[in-house]
């Protein structure tokens, strides 16, 4: 999961392997290495790759949260910024795929937005899990602000 997520920020962020390794000072093997899950960045860098990402650390290393993040466009998020603890709906390129099957898209279709900055929503909704028994489970995503078109207010705090 930490692999998964270093390989997205770091092509978000259009950085090769290499450039990320040499702004670390590590090799470009090692980067390799802590995207393919042979490894994990000590705390010191860990924290040097959330500060270049502009993500905490607890979102980069907790694996219950997710990324999801589409090409950079022109907007501003501080507009979005007054949405943090109101449960919202959202609209955007393919984030009814990316938020799950297991929302269910109607009226309860909202999310709540726990917080908002400059590249990121984070957010958090239930969804359920259907394996041999129907299980709801919370789900935080960090979803890049790029994807997101539009948003509704659906409850105020």
């Not at 993040?69 to 501080?78: H, N, P």
């Amino acid at each position: 999961m930490l692999g998964d997520k270093l390989v997205t920020l770091r092509k978000k962020n259009g950085h090769s392997q290499q450039e990320l390794a040499d702004k670390l000072q590590v090799t470009r093997q090692t980067i390799s290495n802590w995207e393919l899950g042979q490894g994990a960045p000590s705390l010191d860098k860990a924290m040097e790759l959330a500060k270049i990402y502009h993500v905490s650390l607890d979102d980069l290393v907790e694996n219950r949260v997710e990324i999801v993040v589409k090409e950079k466009k022109q907007g501003s998020s501080r507009l979005l910024k007054c949405l943090e603890g109101k449960k919202v709906k959202i609209s955007g390129s393919d984030l009814e795929l990316l938020l799950e099957s297991g929302l269910d898209w109607g009226y309860n279709a909202a999310v709540r937005v726990l917080e908002v900055t400059d590249e990121w929503m984070r957010i958090e909704y239930t969804r359920t899990k259907e394996n041999h028994l129907v299980k709801k489970e919370t789900v935080i995503k960090l979803i890049d602000i790029n994807m997101i078109n539009g948003i509704e207010i659906v409850e105020e705090e």
